[in-house]
């Protein structure tokens, strides 16, 4: 069903009952310009939904905007309940967990230390960790700052997922790594999607295709598509004119060749 104005709407991809979240009119502005306009859509309970959209549509933003990182205005509700009227440090305790997209880990700290300044339960998830990234167990005494870019990704996803969330929001974990560690990321992206709903942000589609049941789709700050991942992944001209590549294998490419 094609509508002018909202973008494509296509069935749901099975009942999950009440969304995580659903974003309602969200518009987002940064210095005064409009980054994001009158966004919608919803996260299922159960999980990965994808962000999808050609450079510089508003996926970022988008993200920001949930999070109260940017001015904002709409209606975004966690579980039901309103949270655009939070700040940032109320929404994380709400029980969102975030991964920014340059991985922003303190260069100065060691990994045991950039993990212990994400705990914020009494019993963070410290063997979940160790199991999904036993290379940071090994480096857990050295600076931050001085590992590699996907090692540094790791401590970025570490530092969310050592907290129980209800939500993970994930911008762009595979951006510029190389293939190995892009396939280690995706895999402690599907573990931890079995426990909690996760909304990401990635160009690279092999990885939507692995991890995602629904796909959003932005162009322009606005919605233009929004449905099972499939739907989308096996429409070639779909992928073209939203996501401006001609299959999955070339949007992998594209994030090889960053990763050079």
Do not use: C
């Not at 919605?223 to 070339?250: C, K, M, N, P, T």
Request: glycine share 10%; proline share 4%; no cysteine.
């Amino acid at each position: 069903m094609s509508d002018a104005q909202h973008g494509e709407q296509t069935a749901e991809p099975g009942d999950h009952g009440e969304p995580i979240l659903r974003v309602t009119g969200l518009s987002g502005r940064i210095a005064g310009q409009q980054v994001v306009e009158d966004v919608s859509f919803e996260v299922p309970a159960i999980g990965v939904t994808a962000l999808l959209g050609r450079n510089g549509v508003g996926k970022t933003s988008t993200i920001k905007s949930i999070l109260g990182l940017i001015e904002r205005s709409g209606d975004v509700r966690l579980g039901g309940t309103r949270i655009d009227r939070l700040p940032t440090h109320r929404i994380v305790q709400e029980g969102v967990g975030y991964v920014p997209e340059d991985r922003e880990v303190f260069g100065s700290l060691t990994v045991a230390e950039n993990l212990r300044l994400a705990e914020r339960d009494d019993h963070p998830r410290r063997e979940l960790v160790e199991r999904l990234f036993p290379d940071l167990l090994e480096r857990r005494a050295q600076r931050a700052g001085t590992l590699s870019g996907g090692q540094q990704q790791m401590v970025s996803l570490a530092r969310a997922l050592i907290n129980e969330n209800r939500l993970l929001l994930v911008d762009e974990p595979t951006k510029g790594l190389a293939p190995r560690i892009v396939a280690e990321v995706a895999a402690a992206l599907a573990e931890a999607a079995r426990t909690v709903p996760i909304l990401l942000v990635e160009q690279n589609l092999h990885v939507i295709r692995r991890l995602a049941e629904r796909v959003v789709v932005l162009s322009g700050g606005r919605v233009v598509f929004a449905g099972l991942a499939a739907e989308l992944l096996d429409d070639e001209d779909r992928i073209q004119r939203y996501l401006g590549v001609h299959d999955a294998s070339e949007g992998q490419n594209a994030t090889e060749e960053e990763s050079r």
